[in-house]
């Protein structure tokens, strides 16, 4: 389970690149997640954009609507699992320029900023319960290295 939330001005995103970035931002998360590419897994993440107006958002102390700053959030919530530093620097890289390309930008500005969140191993719920990463290894959506390093970590 992955949930990325987008929150943006109303009006920064338009329908177009809400449906890109939909699968976009997915597969920034999905690849590095499971150590590999897996269609059936993508069931798995939601992608929630959250658009506040423009004088309900501020940077540097001044509301958006005063300051013309292109600011954005990104907070990526994952399960636990064998996060390395340069793994969580992969999706946070990924999630920004994934962003960028659909906003037609070269590189991100420096108003957008990512969160990466790790919620630990029994932290999640769904499905009447709670979730465990654990029980997801042998589905088979996992490569065989990622499984064994998550396996190395949580147990």
Known sequence: MTVIT?????????GDQRRRLARTLTDAVLVP?????????????????IE??????????VLLGDSGVDAMTIDVAVMEADWTRSLRAQVITRVLDAMAEACGLDKAPPGWWV????????GWGSRGGVLSILDLLDSGVFSAERADAIRKKLL
């Open 33 to 49: 997640e499971l150590g590999q590419f897996a269609e059936a897994a993508r069931v798995g993440f939601q992608v929630h954009f």
């Open 115 to 122: 969160t990466f969140r790790v919620i630990e191993e029994g």
């Open 52 to 61: 506040p107006a423009p004088d309900m958002m501020a940077i540097g102390g």
């Open 6 to 14: 987008v929150t943006a001005p109303a009006g920064r995103l338009t």
